[in-house]
């Protein structure tokens, strides 16, 4: 049972928007900055978003984040079918003292 | 660019040990910390604990202390990771990831290609 908590899958239609959200507390979410990873099937992940918004150079501003109190979000636009993937956030969990991630979810581009 | 890249496949059986190597190119490798996620089969993404290189400080999840070493050569500027003990439920694929940081937070970037270690009798 992950720390955060993501939903198992979404799915939606190429060119539509999907939106993945990551609940945790205030000892995670709530006091720390959140980063998400995408993992192409059978590769290793890689950061999408950092500090809740922003993005690395080379990924496109179709992924996007936020954060409000408690909770997460990942949003991507203009879905297509190469973003097919599982999505991770994760975050320091200062009183576990332990780096934790979300249980990670499948997304399909139907 | 900056690479990390890991040892090859292993395959042990229960009760014994294994050392996955994580090799670091093209950044200062003293200067960041290290560290290592495990994946098994089919599930999510499980942090094991990181390694200072700058001063060998290391912290370890609760559920590998004691069971766990991580350790750094910085003139092979080579990162490792000790599992003992190992179980059938200890297979997966490990991964070694450099955390990287701004004024704000901390994320995970690169990441190594992920080693195979399976556990069977």
């Known amino acids: 049972q992950s720390v955060l908590t993501q939903p198992p899958s979404v799915s939606a239609a190429p060119g539509q928007k999907v939106t993945i959200s990551c609940s945790g507390s205030?000892?995670?979410?709530?006091?720390?900055?959140v980063s998400w990873y995408q993992q192409l099937p059978g590769t290793a992940p890689k950061v999408l978003i950092y500090d809740n918004n922003k993005r690395p150079s080379g990924i496109p501003d179709r992924f996007s984040g936020s954060k409000s109190g408690t909770s997460a979000t990942l949003d991507i636009t203009g879905l297509q079918t190469g973003d097919e993937a599982d999505y991770y956030c994760g975050t320091w969990d200062s009183s576990l003292s332990a780096w934790v991630f979300g249980g990670g979810t499948k997304l399909t581009v139907l | 660019q900056v690479q990390l890249v890991q040892s090859g496949a292993e395959v042990k059986k229960p009760g014994a040990s294994v050392k996955v190597s994580c090799k670091a190119s093209g950044y200062s490798f003293s200067t960041y910390v290290l560290s290592w996620v495990r994946q098994a089969p089919g599930q999510g993404l499980e942090w094991m604990g990181w390694?200072?290189?700058?001063?060998?400080?290391?912290i370890y999840a609760q559920r590998f202390q004691g069971r766990v070493t991580m350790t750094t050569d910085t003139s092979t500027r080579t990162a490792y990771m000790e599992l003992r003990s190992l179980r059938s439920d200890d297979t997966a694929v490990y991964y070694c990831?450099?955390?990287?940081?701004?004024?704000?937070?901390?994320?995970?970037?690169?990441w190594g290609q992920g080693t195979l270690v399976t556990v069977s009798s």
């Open positions: 205030s000892s995670n979410i709530g006091n720390n900055y």
């Open positions: 390694i200072s290189v700058y001063n060998d400080n290391t």
């Open positions: 990831a450099r955390l990287y940081g701004d004024s704000e937070g901390d994320w995970f970037d690169p």
